[in-house]
């Protein structure tokens, strides 16, 4: 505040001979220049904070202040200093009224709740363990679209290192794959506390050992991470490029799998479909419970908005939990942050929010609908596939670009609901019973080629 | 300036006069109390510009004049003096404290910067016994914010009309009412007191008794009962009309033992949730109120109160502080409970005493 008061004082004194001096702001900040040099610091700062020109009536300047004890201490102590330094602003000014009213404006600071300290010491970071205590088990929402990751989970806190080891939890971004993974380790830790736990990402994994590379300490580094009974890794698929940290990972792997500590991973995509990844790390990968965790659907987004709400004290009216739900789709950290919104709102308002509030609050945070052109879901694919764009247009029957096409026909026809015939005639012309020929192909095979089943899993993340 | 006092009459005046100073003021002179001599009179002063105070007792004075001695240190040096009587001297700027068994020096603070407490003209005013008006004010000042985003639920609300006083106070989640009869005056306006300075008054009027004004102009708000002098901002804010939203009929009627419903809600306290959440089933045909917390981590309890009841049978869940604090403003044996049914509010009330009334909202889930 002070420092503030200093610079701006001087930058107002230079500014004031090139002023003309036209808003009753602008004089009461020039007044209060002049003010703070003949008034002893704390005394400005107590007595002159909140104060401003309401208006200026025939040479009567009405001065706001916000309280009693202000009004009556400045008339008396102060009224001298301050009809003084307007006189030498503006001549025409007779006389000062000191009149009681709120400011017209609150500082931001002030409109915040103030961090509870209790609060803030539960969300810190266990240093131990790297573990926040805020990812806990029962925090987590269950729905059909995590149940099998949530269930492995617990297999693997009933019987760690030997129910499923590894277990790798993959999924888009926001859906809770950290939060499961470090529920793990919170349980562990809390159940177990003679055990070793250790949670970390891998990118903070790769500069630890670059720096122990740099600093000659290998060793360290090695007899550091095989202390742990218990190691989550989160976001594995950024190893892929590192070739150096990829290789000790792969020794690190093998040493705590052979005695049986369980190992924990994240990744935003399935292993298999990692690029850049070693088939060595793959199997190591695939010996485990590799889950999947999807977008959660609209029951399961309700479950989780009426948690958090609960979590944060807050009540809502159904009408508005369902409309939150049913606006905000997809990524369940998009939806935190709506209720969020809504949240600040209701302590700013203090009052119920409505479903017209609500409304009018969350315009706009519901991720729109995206367009997809058939261009686009061609060049999707065919990069996912790694061949040229324009081979799935031309009369070609290599076998690799077969496969492609076909996949995009399916996807085109299951999820983009494309006619068959307009299907046809986009890929270079093909009839439509080609067309209809390859959706059933690929129908039929998802059920029992499960890598293909992954591929159009991950194709249709990408498309979303 | 030279004083002789009562250490005891001296010690208590200090002891109450230190709660109104600003410890942690951009003015160092407002962390400390004006002590002013003269005239057979010793004044003490203190204020943290939201309210103020002056204490004034008798003393034999030498000398007279003004001094302002840091109040943590002062009360902390007469809180454990001994002896009779007290002697204040000012040399140069150290105050010379000398009791019969012990003496202090404290380095004092220039006291002309100590601004004036603020005086409300004797206009308006209403009168009333100063154990009623603590009573009006300790049954509701539990129910305000503690959150500073609205003054205005920070702070009880006091008014007058048809002959009565009403104090009121929610903090959004609850709200509690209560209403007493007032001899004198009759219209008073909406005066918004900050909650922090409703608990000063309280401790200060529960000393003194007797009969007391409160004079009020739209920014202030005062007192003199005895020798003490107690001024409070009033909040420029508006109340919510909170009187439409107590519901006028109820489909669902109790009467309970106020005792039983306050040992159930404790005992129930050692189950319930970090959200303090107890669930209430108003059992009619079984005549009684069934009460249960639970938490997933310690265990279960359940408890059946006998009640007189009539209407639907309802579940309702509520946070149990906010049910428990409301039996603390009722004096009588049994308390009505009625309610429309799950997510409606619960309203409780003294069996046979209208003037308290509080309300409750239950929790969402």
């Given at each position: 505040m002070e420092r503030f008061l200093t610079h701006w004082v001087r930058s107002r004194i230079l500014v004031v001979p090139h002023t003309?001096?036209?808003?009753t702001k602008e004089l009461w900040e020039n007044a209060l220049v002049e003010l703070e040099i003949s008034i002893s610091r704390p005394n400005f700062n107590t007595w002159f904070k909140d104060t401003h020109i309401l208006r200026v009536d025939d040479g009567v300047v009405h001065l706001g202040v916000p309280s009693q004890f202000a009004r009556d201490w400045l008339s008396t102590k102060f009224h001298k200093d301050i009809l003084g330094s307007l006189r030498n602003l503006s001549d025409s000014i007779r006389n000062v009224e000191y009149v009681i009213s709120r400011g017209p404006k609150k500082a931001i600071e002030e409109m915040r709740p103030p961090a509870a300290p209790t609060e803030l010491q539960l969300e810190a970071?266990?240093?131990?363990?790297?573990?926040?205590?805020?990812?806990s088990f029962s925090s987590f929402v269950v729905g059909p679209f995590n149940e099998l990751a949530h269930a492995a989970a617990q297999a693997v806190i009933r019987s760690p290192g030997i129910a499923y080891n590894p277990l790798l939890v993959y999924g888009p971004t926001g859906l809770g794959k950290t939060h499961l993974i470090q529920a793990i380790g919170n349980h562990f830790r809390v159940s177990t506390p003679d055990r070793k736990v250790h949670y970390l990402t891998s990118e903070k994994f790769a500069m630890d050992y670059v720096s122990s590379v740099q600093s000659g300490k290998m060793q360290w580094f090695k007899e550091k991470y095989r202390q742990y009974d218990l190691l989550i890794m989160d976001d594995v698929q950024f190893l892929a490029k590192m070739e150096k940290t990829k290789e000790e990972f792969f020794h690190l792997f093998n040493f705590l799998h052979d005695s049986n500590k369980q190992l924990v991973f994240s990744s935003d995509q399935h292993p298999n479909l990692i690029q850049n990844l070693e088939d060595r790390i793959k199997s190591r990968f695939n010996a485990g419970m590799i889950v999947s965790i999807t977008a959660p659907d609209h029951e399961s987004r309700l479950a989780i908005v009426r948690t958090k709400a609960i979590q944060h004290n807050f009540i809502l009216p159904d009408e508005v939990l369902e409309y939150l739900a049913s606006t905000v789709e997809g990524n369940v950290r998009e939806l935190e942050g709506a209720l969020n919104t809504l949240l600040i709102n209701f302590e700013m308002r203090g009052r119920e929010l409505t479903l017209a509030d609500a409304k009018v609050l969350l315009r706009g945070a519901g991720s729109p609908k995206k367009v997809v052109s058939v261009q686009e879901v061609v060049k999707t694919i065919a990069d996912f596939y790694g061949i040229d764009e324009n081979s799935i247009y031309e009369k070609t029957r290599r076998k690799e670009i077969v496969r492609p096409r076909q996949v995009i026909m399916y996807i085109l026809r299951e999820?983009?609901?494309?006619?068959f015939p307009s299907i046809g005639d986009k890929m270079g012309g093909r009839d439509h019973t080609t067309v209809i020929h390859s959706c059933d192909k690929v129908k039929r095979d998802i059920i029992t080629d499960s890598l293909l089943g992954q591929e159009v899993h991950q194709i249709r993340l990408m498309l979303k | 300036m030279k004083f002789n006092c009562n250490t005891q009459e001296f010690s208590t005046a200090v002891a109450t006069v230190v709660?109104?100073?600003?410890?942690?003021?951009?003015?160092?002179?407002?962390s400390s109390i004006l002590v002013t001599a003269d005239g057979g009179r010793v004044v003490l002063h203190a204020t943290n510009l939201e309210c103020g105070v002056e204490i004034s007792i008798p003393a034999k004075v030498n000398e007279k004049g003004t001094v302002a001695i840091p109040g943590s240190i002062l009360a902390g040096f007469l809180s454990n003096a001994r002896g009779k009587t007290t002697s204040v001297t000012l040399v140069g700027e150290m105050c010379k404290l000398e009791t019969e068994r012990s003496t202090a020096s404290i380095k004092t603070i220039p006291h002309e910067d100590f601004p004036a407490l603020p005086r409300v003209s004797a206009t308006a005013s209403f009168s009333i016994k100063s154990a009623d008006f603590v009573k009006l004010l300790r049954s509701v000042m539990?129910?305000?914010?503690?959150?500073?985003?609205k003054p205005e639920l920070q702070s009880v609300l006091v008014y007058g009309e048809g002959g009565k006083i009403i104090s009121a106070a929610t903090d959004s989640f609850r709200l509690a009412e209560k209403t007493i009869a007032l001899r004198s005056g009759g219209n008073v306006p909406q005066l918004l007191i900050p909650s922090r300075n409703v608990a000063e008054l309280v401790r200060i009027l529960e000393v003194v008794g007797g009969e007391t004004v409160l004079y009020y102009n739209e920014n202030q708000i005062s007192t003199q009962v005895g020798n003490v002098y107690y001024t409070s901002r009033i909040i420029d804010g508006a109340f919510p009309n909170?009187?439409?939203?107590?519901?006028?009929?109820?489909?669902t009627e109790a009467i309970v033992l106020r005792e039983d419903v306050a040992q159930a809600l404790k005992s129930l306290s050692i189950f319930s949730d970090k959200f303090s959440q107890v669930s209430l089933t108003f059992e009619p045909s079984k005549k009684s109120i069934l009460l249960s917390s639970r938490n997933p981590d310690v265990g279960e309890q359940t408890t059946t109160i006998q009640a007189t009841i009539s209407g639907e049978m309802a579940t309702m869940n509520f946070n149990s502080r906010y049910l428990s604090d409301s039996l603390q403003s009722i004096v009588g044996d049994s308390v009505r409970l009625q309610t429309n049914g799950p997510g409606k509010p619960l309203l409780v009330r003294d069996s046979s005493d209208e003037s308290f009334l509080y309300l409750a909202m239950p929790m969402n889930r």
């Amino acid at each position: 505040m002070e420092r503030f008061l200093t610079h701006w004082v001087r930058s107002r004194i230079l500014v004031v001979p090139h002023t003309r001096m036209t808003t009753t702001k602008e004089l009461w900040e020039n007044a209060l220049v002049e003010l703070e040099i003949s008034i002893s610091r704390p005394n400005f700062n107590t007595w002159f904070k909140d104060t401003h020109i309401l208006r200026v009536d025939d040479g009567v300047v009405h001065l706001g202040v916000p309280s009693q004890f202000a009004r009556d201490w400045l008339s008396t102590k102060f009224h001298k200093d301050i009809l003084g330094s307007l006189r030498n602003l503006s001549d025409s000014i007779r006389n000062v009224e000191y009149v009681i009213s709120r400011g017209p404006k609150k500082a931001i600071e002030e409109m915040r709740p103030p961090a509870a300290p209790t609060e803030l010491q539960l969300e810190a970071v266990h240093t131990k363990t790297n573990l926040n205590p805020r990812f806990s088990f029962s925090s987590f929402v269950v729905g059909p679209f995590n149940e099998l990751a949530h269930a492995a989970a617990q297999a693997v806190i009933r019987s760690p290192g030997i129910a499923y080891n590894p277990l790798l939890v993959y999924g888009p971004t926001g859906l809770g794959k950290t939060h499961l993974i470090q529920a793990i380790g919170n349980h562990f830790r809390v159940s177990t506390p003679d055990r070793k736990v250790h949670y970390l990402t891998s990118e903070k994994f790769a500069m630890d050992y670059v720096s122990s590379v740099q600093s000659g300490k290998m060793q360290w580094f090695k007899e550091k991470y095989r202390q742990y009974d218990l190691l989550i890794m989160d976001d594995v698929q950024f190893l892929a490029k590192m070739e150096k940290t990829k290789e000790e990972f792969f020794h690190l792997f093998n040493f705590l799998h052979d005695s049986n500590k369980q190992l924990v991973f994240s990744s935003d995509q399935h292993p298999n479909l990692i690029q850049n990844l070693e088939d060595r790390i793959k199997s190591r990968f695939n010996a485990g419970m590799i889950v999947s965790i999807t977008a959660p659907d609209h029951e399961s987004r309700l479950a989780i908005v009426r948690t958090k709400a609960i979590q944060h004290n807050f009540i809502l009216p159904d009408e508005v939990l369902e409309y939150l739900a049913s606006t905000v789709e997809g990524n369940v950290r998009e939806l935190e942050g709506a209720l969020n919104t809504l949240l600040i709102n209701f302590e700013m308002r203090g009052r119920e929010l409505t479903l017209a509030d609500a409304k009018v609050l969350l315009r706009g945070a519901g991720s729109p609908k995206k367009v997809v052109s058939v261009q686009e879901v061609v060049k999707t694919i065919a990069d996912f596939y790694g061949i040229d764009e324009n081979s799935i247009y031309e009369k070609t029957r290599r076998k690799e670009i077969v496969r492609p096409r076909q996949v995009i026909m399916y996807i085109l026809r299951e999820d983009f609901h494309i006619s068959f015939p307009s299907i046809g005639d986009k890929m270079g012309g093909r009839d439509h019973t080609t067309v209809i020929h390859s959706c059933d192909k690929v129908k039929r095979d998802i059920i029992t080629d499960s890598l293909l089943g992954q591929e159009v899993h991950q194709i249709r993340l990408m498309l979303k | 300036m030279k004083f002789n006092c009562n250490t005891q009459e001296f010690s208590t005046a200090v002891a109450t006069v230190v709660r109104f100073i600003e410890r942690r003021a951009n003015l160092p002179v407002l962390s400390s109390i004006l002590v002013t001599a003269d005239g057979g009179r010793v004044v003490l002063h203190a204020t943290n510009l939201e309210c103020g105070v002056e204490i004034s007792i008798p003393a034999k004075v030498n000398e007279k004049g003004t001094v302002a001695i840091p109040g943590s240190i002062l009360a902390g040096f007469l809180s454990n003096a001994r002896g009779k009587t007290t002697s204040v001297t000012l040399v140069g700027e150290m105050c010379k404290l000398e009791t019969e068994r012990s003496t202090a020096s404290i380095k004092t603070i220039p006291h002309e910067d100590f601004p004036a407490l603020p005086r409300v003209s004797a206009t308006a005013s209403f009168s009333i016994k100063s154990a009623d008006f603590v009573k009006l004010l300790r049954s509701v000042m539990y129910s305000t914010s503690t959150s500073t985003i609205k003054p205005e639920l920070q702070s009880v609300l006091v008014y007058g009309e048809g002959g009565k006083i009403i104090s009121a106070a929610t903090d959004s989640f609850r709200l509690a009412e209560k209403t007493i009869a007032l001899r004198s005056g009759g219209n008073v306006p909406q005066l918004l007191i900050p909650s922090r300075n409703v608990a000063e008054l309280v401790r200060i009027l529960e000393v003194v008794g007797g009969e007391t004004v409160l004079y009020y102009n739209e920014n202030q708000i005062s007192t003199q009962v005895g020798n003490v002098y107690y001024t409070s901002r009033i909040i420029d804010g508006a109340f919510p009309n909170y009187k439409q939203i107590i519901p006028k009929t109820f489909t669902t009627e109790a009467i309970v033992l106020r005792e039983d419903v306050a040992q159930a809600l404790k005992s129930l306290s050692i189950f319930s949730d970090k959200f303090s959440q107890v669930s209430l089933t108003f059992e009619p045909s079984k005549k009684s109120i069934l009460l249960s917390s639970r938490n997933p981590d310690v265990g279960e309890q359940t408890t059946t109160i006998q009640a007189t009841i009539s209407g639907e049978m309802a579940t309702m869940n509520f946070n149990s502080r906010y049910l428990s604090d409301s039996l603390q403003s009722i004096v009588g044996d049994s308390v009505r409970l009625q309610t429309n049914g799950p997510g409606k509010p619960l309203l409780v009330r003294d069996s046979s005493d209208e003037s308290f009334l509080y309300l409750a909202m239950p929790m969402n889930r």
